[in-house]
């Protein structure tokens, strides 16, 4: 369907700005592998810190590509499945505040100033602006939120009794999640760190503003992965040649998403003083619990794919698996959304062993941990953003994909990358090589007493694979770069490959509302942090105050403006 | 939602379910258990090691920006040491990766482990958490001596 | 005429294999972190 010049030009600078970040983002990653390995021995590379090229790193990937893209995704979603476009003023300042606190945060980092990493633990000090723009960001992403909650009523009251298309249904749980989970980040900012960095108060309660991180941080990992499951259901199963198995298993999931995404975040403080084991305990089941949409989703898409093959003439127990689209050039997002899914196989399984309890000790923040969430995040994630942020800014300006076959190849260079990548520093974190640390300077480097001959295998595994991965990316800036500024030769339009269902489904009614799901979503949340917040409140002695990565010594305000 | 998915949902919660059983027969049975959760006291702040008895040991840690202490301890082979973890200024980690001792040091709070050493040798304590510029050097040691030799 | 029957007939036995190693490769991966922890107390 044709759209607006205005939405036009919204989703093109919402997918281009975060694509041109990533030549910072990746090269980080890049700069990362090569200081791990104990290939140079120093802090500083080209005027850019370790801890600063590593904050990048994470920002720029993981929290601005992400939430633009969620946006536009969002957006051309709406336009697509409802038919209806976003409100121009709604869409236009939900864009120029993200973009704003892009900016705002993009100085601090670059001017060294917020070299805290994007956890932003305290009691390490970033620059007030570091704060305040990652917050703009975000509630630049709900002023788009709000105005899809606008257009779906309407759609609602005009199509009485018509199912909800999946593709909507995601976007709403996504942005749902979304919205309730950074109000702890955001009451994290605004009432702990952001008075804290400026002076106003002198420490701040140190369990409670992780505690406050981590239930926003793991909704977060959500938030990355739904748009890629919204394609998966709605869109993989039409590109593989076939249909979906089954539409309420998607409705499920999503719902279960919904209620269990955001009541799971102390399983990334298990190793932490202040949260008693019971408390942990219970969040640790519950994660075990946000495993089974995921377990459903496999089985799903693994038949929607059978059926497709099947269709194809695939016969026997694992035939179809060979009889896919892999490398048809004129369907490159198939091979980004399945090069995605068989590294979530690997994702997945890591993070359950992650969220189980005591296991947790075995991986905790060594570099077992990025190896993990390289398979989730810089797995279906990054793959999915990048296929289809391709796809629509191919179908928006009406230009072919140029390069077609570097596009093609991307993914399966990138999975092939990401493989060893991930092995190389999962198995380093089984020896206890540390994650978040400029190895080079001294485990990783010959003269210093601290040396470690037994981490020079694996670190070198992960430069391996960090460089296939660089390679990849250059595959696709190219190919990108190439489409943008080729010729018009089609009519600009959004158009998603549409995948119907098999069957012709029951209707079951708890899958058409939200209510009941967002009041189940209420009770499981308040069950798991009461006890949460209690455990931070009662057993921590004593605030913190502020500290600059560089010294030892608190800061006091006078010191800051000297 | 047909019969092959409903059974889709049914093996996996089985498949957690163990794994569940499994984590609460390593508490109970193997005593594998998680950070004890310490009230605050300002004790903890004071670096020390102290012996409680023929082979009980309490070590008091306070990490700091960029070291342990005490940065060495010594204790000999067959030692239970309860180890007492805090920081005096930003967040750190502590990971003796071939015991699987991993805590969070984090001020204001304190974390307590046990941990059984059988045999002598070097037990290297990494700090695991980006604690500011000189995180990549921050390091300890427990040194487990034999007592018959 | 012949799709509609095709999708009739479709049984995801593939699926179900593919999912029973899946879950096979899970606890095996899992257990083998279990065994790891046991070794390392």
Redesign the interface.
């Known amino acids: 369907m044709t759209i607006s010049k205005s939405l036009k030009n919204i989703l093109l600078i919402e997918l281009l700005l975060p694509t041109f970040l990533l030549l910072i983002g990746v090269y980080h990653g890049l700069m990362q592998v090569i200081y791990r390995s104990g290939m140079i021995h120093s802090q500083k590379e080209l005027h850019l810190d370790y801890y600063q090229g590593l904050t990048l790193h994470g920002v720029i990937n993981a929290v601005v590509l992400t939430t633009f893209f969620a946006v536009a995704f969002g957006h051309a979603c709406m336009s697509f499945f409802l038919g209806k476009e976003p409100g121009k003023k709604a869409s236009w300042l939900s864009l120029w505040m993200m973009v704003a606190g892009t900016i705002m945060a993009a100085w601090a980092m670059l001017a060294g100033k917020a070299s805290v990493l994007y956890t932003f633990y305290a009691p390490l000090k970033a620059h007030p602006l570091f704060y305040l723009g990652t917050l703009i960001l975000v509630v630049g992403s709900w002023v788009a939120f709000f105005d899809w909650v606008v257009l779906y009523k309407r759609w609602c009251k005009e199509n009485p009794g018509k199912p909800l298309p999946l593709a909507i249904l995601g976007t709403l749980v996504n942005f749902t999640v979304w919205f309730v989970c950074t109000l702890a980040v955001g009451y994290e900012i605004i009432v702990l760190l952001l008075p804290w960095s400026m002076g106003y108060t002198t420490d701040i309660n140190i369990p409670l503003s992780r505690m406050l991180f981590w239930f926003f941080g793991h909704a977060l990992v959500y938030f990355w992965l739904l748009p890629a499951y919204v394609m998966f259901y709605t869109m993989l199963p039409k590109l593989a040649g076939g249909k979906l198995y089954s539409e309420n298993a998607g409705r499920l999931s999503f719902f279960l998403f919904l209620i269990l995404s955001i009541p799971v975040g102390v399983h990334h403080q298990f190793s932490e003083p202040a949260f008693t084991p019971s408390t942990k305990l219970f969040q640790s089941i519950l994660t075990f619990g946000v495993a089974l949409p995921s377990f459903i989703t496999a089985f799903t898409l693994a038949a929607s794919l059978e059926y497709a093959a099947w269709k194809r003439g695939a016969r026997g127990l694992f035939g179809w698996m060979a009889k896919l689209p892999y490398l048809d050039k004129n369907n490159g997002l198939f091979g980004y959304l399945i090069c995605g899914m068989i590294l979530f196989i690997f994702g997945g399984l890591t993070g359950i062993i992650n969220s189980s309890y005591t296991l947790n000790a075995m991986v905790h923040n060594t570099a077992w941990m990025p190896g993990h969430f390289h398979m989730t995040v810089a797995g279906p994630v990054f793959l999915a953003i990048i296929g289809m942020s391709m796809h629509i800014i191919s179908s928006i300006t009406g230009k072919e994909i140029k390069f077609k076959g570097l596009y093609t190849l991307t993914p399966y260079l990138w999975m092939f990358g990401i493989l060893i990548f991930s092995f190389g520093l999962m198995w380093g974190g089984l020896i206890g090589e540390p994650r978040r640390t400029d190895l080079g300077m001294t485990y990783l480097n010959p003269d210093s007493p601290l040396f470690r001959s037994d981490w020079v295998k694996t670190t070198g595994m992960a430069l391996f694979g960090g460089i296939i991965m660089t390679i990849a990316f250059i595959f696709y800036f190219t190919s990108i770069m190439g489409t943008i500024l080729g010729k018009r030769v089609k009519e600009r339009a959004i158009e998603f490959p549409v995948a119907e269902p098999l069957h012709n489904e029951k209707h079951i009614a708890i899958f058409h509302t939200f209510k009941p799901w967002l009041a189940i979503m209420a009770v499981v949340i308040v069950l798991a942090y009461t006890p949460a917040i209690a455990n931070a409140l009662k057993n921590t002695g004593r605030g913190a105050p502020p500290y600059n990565p560089d010294s030892a010594i608190p800061v006091t305000i006078k010191n800051e403006l000297k | ?2 019969k ?2 409903l059974r ?2 049914k ?3 089985g ?2 379910a ?3 059983l ?2 609460l027969y ?2 109970y049975a ?13 004790v903890f702040s004071k670096p020390h090691l102290q012996q409680i008895d023929s082979n009980t040991y309490e070590a008091f840690f306070v990490a ?3 070291s342990f202490e005490p940065s060495d301890v010594y204790v000999p082979a067959g030692s239970d040491v309860d180890i007492y ?2 920081s005096s ?3 750190h ?1 502590f ?1 003796i ?8 040091a ?7 482990k046990t941990v ?1 050493f059988e045999k002598a040798g070097i037990y ?1 304590i ?8 000189g ?3 921050m ?1 300890g040691e427990i040194i487990v001596y034999d007592k018959t030799k | 005429m012949h799709n509609d029957q095709l999708q009739k007939e479709f049984k995801p036995k593939g699926a179900i294999a593919f999912f029973v190693l899946l879950l096979i490769l899970c606890a095996g991966l899992w257990f083998s972190l279990y065994y790891v922890m046991l070794q390392k107390q």
């Open positions: 939602m047909d092959i998915e889709v949902m093996l996996t919660a498949m957690l163990i794994f569940l499994a984590l390593a508490s193997r005593n594998v258990g998680m950070p004890a959760c310490v009230p605050y006291s300002g700091k920006m960029w973890l805090t200024d930003v967040v980690g990971n990766s071939e015991k699987a001792v991993n805590l969070m984090v001020p204001g709070a304190i974390n307590k059984h290297k990494v700090c695991h958490e980006y604690c500011g510029i995180h990549h050097s390091e």
